[in-house]
């Protein structure tokens, strides 16, 4: 069993975002890794007046095959309750959505020492949906985390 997580920022002169989500694992086999995240994002988009501030909130499951260690394959499906602007409403009042990703792609893993590990994995939502309003940018995401054996 594992404990981890990821913490992520960004800012631009359009969005600012803080993301964190701790993580909990098992080691099943020497190849395969399954777990779950809670995920919380503060956003602050400023591309509106007033700017849109959110908290968006959710949680994933994972799993992970490990081709050829470090190397492994990630499939996960995070769910989301976020919230946005409709720019095609006049009074910008904010819209509370849902959305569930499914998150596939490569990674690696790099070793901290004999029980600790950081994570980078290149993610697909293959769920995202470019004509609708999204909780990401773009459909790839990139994340880099962490895990602690116990």
Do not use: C
């Amino acid at each position: 069993m594992y404990l981890g997580g990821w913490l992520g920022a960004s800012s631009s002169s359009a969005v600012d975002r803080i993301e964190a989500a701790p993580e909990l694992g098992f080691q099943v086999t020497p190849k395969i890794q399954l777990g779950g995240s809670l995920v919380y994002r503060y956003r602050n988009d400023k591309r509106f007046e007033p700017d849109l501030k959110t908290s968006d909130l959710g949680g994933s499951l994972f799993g992970r095959y490990f081709v050829y260690a470090p190397f492994f394959l990630h499939l996960g499906v995070e769910h989301l309750t976020w919230e946005f602007y409709d720019p095609l409403q006049d009074n910008l009042a904010k819209i509370d959505a849902s959305h569930t990703g499914v998150l596939i792609g490569p990674g690696f893993a790099l070793s901290m020492g004999p029980r600790a590990a950081t994570y980078f994995a290149f993610l697909y939502d293959v769920n995202y949906d470019s004509s609708g309003p999204n909780p990401y940018d773009e459909p790839w995401v990139f994340r880099v985390g962490f895990g602690i054996g116990l």
